[in-house]
T-cell receptor
Framework: GAVVSQHPSRVICKSGTSVKIECRSL??????MFWYRQFPKQSLMLMAT?????????EQGVEKDKFLINHASLTLSTLTVTSAHPEDSSFYIC???????????FGPGTRLLVL | GENVEQHPSTLSVQEGDSAVIKCTYS??????FPWYKQELGKGPQLIID?????GEKKDQRIAVTLNKTAKHFSLHITETQPEDSAVYFC?????????????FGKGTLLTVNP
């Protein structure tokens, strides 16, 4: 149980375009979803927390107008990187928790490369 | 805010030996401590967790210990196998507002040599 999927697993886009990443909880209802960013050989950096039906809460230094997060249902959250630039290239990972428990289950990640 | 320190940053062991990774945390309000294993190019996988009302937990070859007074917790892997090679992250969790927030350590690259 507690499976989280992400799509796409890898995406290459041109500078200035927008990219949408989907995160789904497959076998549980995710009341909260989290979006992380990870640079090579570094730890996970929390970008934002989203509760179903509410606006996302962004961490300090993360531009909410650049990283749009939508958590419209208990099984789906999306992250849209708007007007992507090469410095946005990174590994983006979502996680989800539900059922009143604090355990976060992570998706497999999405590798974004902006040319 | 919470600060989690993790040591060592790299660890190399021979197959069959034990591996120990240690973490310390700063916020006494943290009460949940998961450990994640991340293989190259993949997302972190939860391997074991412990809550602050428990001192030790074991799951086959993996065990975690927690010392609340000293604010440190450790991961122990016995009889290591090459497939245990990965980056391991410790984390500390506490409630912030209505949400649980995880703070991660910087990770330990474990290499198990055949």
């Amino acid at each position: 149980g507690a499976v989280v999927s992400q799509h796409p697993s890898r995406v290459i886009c041109k500078s200035g375009t927008s990219v949408k990443i989907e995160c789904r909880s497959l076998d549980f209802q995710a009341t909260t979803m989290f979006w992380y960013r990870q640079f090579p050989k570094q730890s996970l950096m929390l970008m934002a927390t989203s509760n179903e039906g509410s606006k996302a809460t962004y961490e300090q230094g993360v531009e909410k107008d650049k990283f749009l997060i939508n958590h419209a249902s208990l099984t789906l959250s999306t992250l849209t990187v708007t007007s992507a630039h090469p410095e946005d290239s990174s590994f983006y990972i979502c996680s989800a928790r539900g059922g009143g428990r604090e355990t976060q289950y992570f998706g497999p990640g999405t590798r974004l490369l902006v040319l | 805010g919470e600060n989690v320190e993790q040591h060592p940053s790299t660890l190399s062991v021979q197959e069959g030996d034990s591996a120990v990774i240690k973490c310390t945390y700063s916020d006494s309000a943290s009460n949940y401590f998961p450990w994640y294993k991340q293989e190259l190019g993949k997302g972190p996988q939860l391997i074991i967790d412990i809550r602050s009302n428990v001192g030790e937990k074991k799951d086959q070859r993996i065990a975690v210990t927690l010392n609340k007074t000293a604010k440190h917790f450790s991961l122990h892997i016995t009889e290591t196998q090459p497939e245990d090679s990965a980056v391991y992250f410790c984390a500390a969790s506490k409630m912030e507002g209505s949400n649980y927030k995880l703070t991660f350590g910087k990770g330990t690259l474990l290499t198990v040599n055949p």
